[in-house]
């Protein structure tokens, strides 16, 4: 829009000044009204309508698609790529709560204004159920909420359900070197999503409800408080891989049979991985474990049970549990449990 301003010697001269001022006004209120989102606006006044007045407020941890931030907060947790692609369908809004007040507001103006809740706490749901739907939707996103108050006196800790596995561990061993927790490999995983997603028997309705029933059917799960476990000072590692002209077929068969009978101490896991050479396509088996003890015990206890996997003496390692977690992780032998800390996985800061 161009404004014609009178010349000096106008008899409307002396009244430019206040002509501007009432025009300028009406500009800025005319563009903010032809950006404005109706949809978005009501969304965000019920919002602010049903959350406590806290700092910071749910205005600013609410992100739609118009604003700058939206899409990085959307895609920083997204580890498929195939569900960040222009056709992948995308939330009305992301909310990243630092209280239990805008997840409660979130839902309530979920419910009012018929949008599906969809909860993400960490990144490794690789089938997108925390991110996508086919019908309207928004994302409670957990990832402020990562606090952990661990409590050796009573072996508990409170953790909230933003907080990465890693970060778990990382907060137990600066408290004790005898305490561990049993949970997931992979430290980047999200706690809230881990120990939603499991199907165990309980008995108890609520916790079959948050568990085998699916934890984002039945609410929003805050904090856990999780029981630790006693650990050795000194546990014992191995890592073996065995290709097919090594026996692997033979030895993953033995030990679909031995692998969970050997000892209660001791954990086993297979990992079946394709192998790309120049004549041909192959596999391999990678057998890595983790045993509640020294290696002799285990030394003794695998040639007595499981001697078809020939392992070596050079192969048992001795460390610490906050040690044996970076082992399992892939991280080399001596790297610093800071790396716990970090909330992407390897194959991204690579």
């Known amino acids: 829009m161009v404004i014609n301003l009178p010349k000096p010697n106008s008899q409307f001269a002396m009244k430019t000044p206040t002509t501007i001022l009432a025009i300028v006004p009406f500009l800025l209120l005319y563009v903010s009204m032809a950006d404005s989102d109706p949809i978005q606006d009501t969304l965000l006044q019920c919002l602010s309508n049903l959350s406590q007045p806290l700092s910071p407020p ?11 931030s939206y899409t990085p907060v959307l895609q920083s947790y997204i580890r498929n ?23 409660q507001a979130s839902i309530l103006c979920s419910k009012i ?18 991110y996508i739907s086919d019908v309207p939707f928004i994302i409670i996103d957990m990832f402020n909420l990562q606090s952990i108050t661990v409590n050796i006196e009573d072996e508990s800790a409170w953790v909230e359900s933003g907080a990465t ?30 120990l939603s997603g499991g199907g165990e028997s309980m008995g108890e309705d609520l916790f079959w409800a948050i568990r085998g029933g699916g934890g984002a059917s039945f609410g929003v799960i805050v904090s856990w408080k999780i029981k630790l476990v006693r650990v050795p000072e000194v546990v014992t590692v ?37 192998v790309n050479r120049k004549t041909q396509k192959t596999v391999k088996a990678k057998f890595v474990a983790l045993f509640l003890g020294n290696a002799e015990k285990l030394e003794a206890l695998m040639e007595e049970n499981f001697p078809q996997l020939g392992l070596k003496h050079d192969d048992y390692v001795e460390m610490g549990w906050i040690e044996s977690v970076l082992y ?16 992407m996985p390897q194959a991204e800061n690579s």
């Open 81 to 103: 790529l195939r569900f960040s692609t222009p056709k992948t369908p995308k939330p009305s809004f992301i909310v990243t709560p630092t209280h239990v007040s805008h997840i």
């Open 165 to 194: 596995l890693g970060e778990v561990y990382y907060r137990i061993a600066e408290q004790s070197k005898v305490h561990g927790y049993p949970a997931g490999v992979c430290p980047t995983v999200g706690v809230g999503g881990h």
């Open 238 to 274: 191995f890592r073996v891989e065995r290709s097919l002209e090594q026996g692997a077929t033979d030895i993953v068969h033995k030990w679909q049979y031995v692998g969970d009978r050997i000892d209660d101490d001791l954990f086993i896991r297979v990992v079946v991985m394709p």
């Open 113 to 130: 204004h018929t949008l599906q809740v969809r909860i993400r706490s960490g990144g490794h749901d690789y089938d997108g159920l925390s």
């Open 58 to 68: 749910i205005s600013s941890v609410t992100y739609f698609p118009n604003d700058s």
């Open 328 to 343: 399992w992780s892939n991280y080399p032998v001596g790297t610093s449990a800071d790396v716990l800390l970090d909330r």
